[in-house]
């Protein structure tokens, strides 16, 4: 939720409307953290479908970046991550770590049908929504070091081109639309 907070330190004034100045730390802060609960969950409950052990489990590393990156203009949220265990195949891995991003690129999806409601805190929500989970999904779909996007990409390049591509054009429009 800091990080979500400290956004609204960070970005000029400008880019809110008028009526939306107040609104916007609270809104930020709440989407920040249903983003990364959402995309963690995403891969407990896959896991767990694959019969996997899984648990969410903070680590210094990811909890000092979340810290930094609320005073810092690049937004990390990662506090800790999801670990899993048991007997898995690389498919089960590349299934199971792509159920975040996944998520992300659904939930961005969803919410496009939002900003174009009338009623302007509701777009401006939507339109938050869909640029934080594109970029959510861009950022995890890197494909380096333990990233879903490694896990993802040697399971299936097909499906890590296909995620990370629909990803960024989420990104762009979102950022295009909202700046």
């Known amino acids: 939720m800091g990080v979500g907070l400290s956004f609204t330190w960070q970005v000029p004034y400008f880019l809110f409307s008028e009526s939306l100045k107040l609104e916007s730390s609270l809104i930020l802060a709440v989407v920040f953290t249903s983003v990364f ?22 680590t210094w590393f990811g909890a000092v970046l979340t810290l930094l990156s609320m005073i810092s203009p690049f937004k990390i949220v990662s506090p800790g991550a999801v670990m899993i265990s048991g007997s898995m195949s690389k498919e089960t891995v590349g ?81 295009s639309y909202i700046f």
Do not use: C
Request: aromatic letters at 18%.
């Open 37 to 58: 609960i959402l995309h963690e969950f995403a891969h407990k409950l896959v896991a767990q479908h694959y019969g996997l052990w899984a648990e969410f489990r903070l």
């Open 95 to 175: 299934k199971t770590a792509f159920a975040g991003p996944l998520t992300n690129i659904a939930l961005s999806v969803m919410f496009l049908l939002f900003m174009v409601y009338p009623q302007e805190l509701l777009s401006y929500i939507a339109s938050i929504e869909v640029a934080i989970n594109a970029w959510v999904a861009l950022f995890n779909l890197i494909p380096f070091g333990i990233m879903d996007g490694w896990k993802i990409f040697g399971w299936n390049k097909t499906v890590w081109a296909m995620a990370f591509a629909v990803s960024l054009g989420l990104t762009i429009f979102s950022i």
